[in-house]
């Protein structure tokens, strides 16, 4: 069965297809990242009207380029929350316009949900009962999932999701936006030698990230960071350090079968290098380009919805405050 997979839940404008749930015969994604630079931040009305002139083209380009039908899908997949509302609202009444022309099911995908399935997109297959790391711009979850679609959150972020604080601290640092590539590669150059502290919230399976932020801010403010890279270099491994070791820890508690890597900033190099290297459990990531925003995933996880019978209405709204469970 051939998905069509729409995104729109913050910055980029995606589309794809994806067969079967696993291989991707297109992946289209138009970035805002320039447009949004010259203000620091996802500007949400900017983002909207963005998303409004993109998609059109976008789909289009997805089924030329995937070499696909309106006759081939099985049906559409689009996020429906959690992400901004102006910009949910365009992927969903375009997914509603073309499912009502030609005739096609439609199901709404929780944005969090689909960048787990993004694993799904790879030649190795995850196997259940897995424990997956959702770290992106918004989250920062322990996830364990039994089965499709059977999840329980064992943990998440109590004040910044990690990729805020990456944002937070590259600002911080003058790397300027978006901050998770940026300090990613500022790190590279540097190396950790400014000590700073790690928010390990013993006893609990929970994160915390604004300790480290504002230690970075305290630093920068009173002349004590002389290189940038250094200290880019350090934050990171603070961060991960934290990830990984509480990953690790929740998967061994739950003696799952393999660990989940998912979110934009799984991208990030050290963090995907240093959950490898130090987990015995098996550990699956998707490519860096499944890590960050896109439609493949979100068709992969609606392809799962479908085969399980679930399909909404022409009534679905969006729900920006959307939960995993
Ligand atoms: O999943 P995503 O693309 O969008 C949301 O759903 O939020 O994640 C975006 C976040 C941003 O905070 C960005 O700075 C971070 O992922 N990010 C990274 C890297 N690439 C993207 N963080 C650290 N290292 C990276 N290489
Ligand atoms: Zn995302």
Redesign the pocket.
């Given at each position: 069965m051939k998905v069509l997979g729409i995104e729109t839940?913050?910055d980029?404008t995606a589309a794809a297809v994806v067969e079967d749930g696993a291989r991707i015969l297109s992946n289209e994604i138009a970035s805002q990242v320039e447009l949004h630079a010259r203000y620091g931040g996802i500007v949400p009305e900017v983002a909207s009207r963005q998303h409004l002139l993109a998609i059109i083209p976008v789909i289009q380009q997805a089924m030329d380029r995937g070499n696909v039908g309106w006759q081939d899908l099985g049906g559409i997949a689009v996020t429906n929350g959690p992400?901004l509302a102006g910009s949910l609202l365009v992927g969903i009444s375009v997914a509603k316009a073309i499912a009502t022309v030609q005739g096609l099911s439609i199901v709404g995908v929780n944005?969090l949900e689909a960048?787990i399935y993004a694993n799904w997109l790879a030649d190795c297959k995850p196997e259940f009962p897995l424990l997956c790391l959702i770290?992106?711009?918004?989250?920062s979850d322990l996830v364990l999932m039994r089965g499709h679609g059977d999840y329980a959150v064992l943990g998440r972020t109590r004040d910044d999701?990690?990729?805020?604080a990456?944002?937070k601290a590259?600002r911080i640092l003058g790397l300027g936006y978006?901050?998770?590539?940026a300090?990613?590669q500022a790190a590279e150059k540097g190396t950790a030698s400014i000590e700073l502290p790690r928010s390990w919230l013993k006893g609990t399976n929970d994160f915390s990230f604004s300790g480290v932020k504002t230690a970075l801010f305290r630093l920068v403010e009173t002349g004590k960071v002389s290189d940038t890279a250094d200290a880019a270099a350090s934050f990171?491994e603070a961060v991960i350090d934290v990830l990984v070791a509480k990953t690790i820890a929740a998967a061994r508690q739950h003696q799952t079968k393999q660990i989940l890597l998912s979110?934009?900033?799984a991208?990030?190099?050290l963090?995907r290098q240093r959950l490898s290297d130090k987990s015995l459990i098996p550990v699956l990531i998707p490519e860096?380009i499944l890590?960050?925003?896109n439609a493949a995933m979100v068709a992969a996880c609606g392809y799962f919805r479908l085969q399980a019978g679930k399909t909404d209405g022409l009534d679905m709204d969006v729900v920006p405050g959307l939960k995993l469970v």
């Open positions: 839940s913050c980029e992400g944005h960048h770290v992106s711009g918004g989250h999701a990690a990729g805020e990456f944002d590259a978006p901050g998770g590539p300090i990613d990171q979110g934009g900033v991208a990030n190099r963090l860096p890590c960050t925003d």
